[in-house]
C-alpha cells in the first residue's frame, strides 16, 4: 500500500485535530498539528518579547526556535527549545494572538518548510489552515471540514471545561467568528478551501461519523 499524504483544513474548532487523530491511529500514520507551530511560535515570541507583527525579527526568532513533539496519549506533547510547553499553547492569551503572528510572512515561510519536510515521506495526516492550498499541494487526500460557529464554540465550551478554562460561550463563538475572519482575510495563505478538497460540513456529525466519512475517501486512494 502507498504512504498517503492525508490533508485535513478547515476554521477554528471544526473538529480537524480529534479527527485527524483518530485517521492517523486507525492508518498507522503520523499526525501533525500545524496549528500547534503557530501556537508555539507565538508562545516563544511572547517568552522572547517579539512584537508580534515584526516580520523579520520574528523570522530571525524562528531559527532559534527548535520545535519537538512527542508522541503521548491522549495529546501529544510539544516542545520549543525543551520547554514543555503543551498546555501553555491553549491557553487563551496564545488563542487570541495566534492569529496575527501567523499572518507574517516569514513565519508562514519557516514553518510550511517544517511541515513539508515532517511531510517528505508520507504516511501523514496533517490538520491545519492552508495544508491543501499550500503545504501538500499534491495530497491525494484533502478534507475541508466546516461546521457552523454555533456548534464549534460549544464544543471549544465542553474541551475548555475539561481544562479548567471557563470562557462563556457567547465570548468563545465572538472569538472563533474573529479568527476565522483573520485567518480567511490574510495576504498569504488564507483559509481557504482547495478546489480538489471534499467539503464537510461536521454540525450534525458525532466524530465517529466523521472518520468513517474521511476513511471511505482513503480507501480510495490506497
Ligand atoms: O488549529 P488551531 O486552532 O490550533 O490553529 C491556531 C492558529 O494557527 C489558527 O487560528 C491560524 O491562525 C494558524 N494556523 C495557520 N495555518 C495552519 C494552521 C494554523 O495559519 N496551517
Not at 476554521?11 to 485517521?23: D, N, R, W
Not at 499541494?137 to 471545561?161: D, G, T
Not at 467568528?177 to 458525532?206: F, I, M, N
Request: hydrophobic share 40%; with cysteine; glycine share 4%.
Amino acid at each position: 500500500r502507498e504512504k498517503l499524504q492525508i490533508a485535513i483544513d478547515g476554521p477554528a474548532s471544526a473538529g480537524k485535530s480529534t479527527v485527524a487523530k483518530l485517521v492517523a491511529k486507525k492508518l498507522n500514520y503520523i499526525y501533525c498539528d500545524t496549528g500547534a507551530m503557530y501556537r508555539a511560535a507565538t508562545w516563544y515570541a511572547l517568552q522572547e518579547g517579539v512584537a508580534l507583527d515584526d516580520d523579520q525579527a520574528l523570522g530571525e526568532m524562528l531559527t532559534q526556535m527548535e520545535l519537538k513533539f512527542i508522541p503521548s496519549d491522549p495529546e501529544q506533547l510539544v516542545f520549543v527549545n525543551g520547554v514543555d510547553v503543551t498546555k501553555a499553547i491553549r491557553l487563551p492569551e496564545i488563542t487570541n494572538n495566534v492569529s496575527l503572528v501567523s499572518a507574517q510572512p516569514s513565519v508562514r515561510a519557516d514553518l510550511t518548510k517544517r511541515q513539508q519536510q515532517i511531510a517528505s515521506n508520507g504516511g501523514i495526516v496533517m490538520d491545519g489552515r492552508d495544508i491543501g492550498t499550500t503545504v501538500l499541494p499534491n495530497a491525494q487526500v484533502k478534507i475541508f471540514l466546516v461546521a457552523s460557529v454555533h456548534e464549534r464554540a460549544l464544543r471549544r465550551f465542553k474541551e475548555n471545561q475539561q481544562k479548567g478554562i471557563k470562557t462563556p460561550l457567547d465570548v468563545l463563538e465572538q472569538e472563533i467568528e474573529a479568527r476565522d475572519y483573520k485567518d480567511s482575510h490574510r495576504k498569504v495563505s488564507p483559509l481557504t478551501q482547495a478546489k480538489d478538497a471534499v467539503l464537510l460540513d461536521t454540525t450534525s456529525l458525532d466524530i465517529e461519523q466523521v472518520t468513517a466519512e474521511i476513511m471511505k475517501i482513503v480507501k480510495t486512494e490506497e
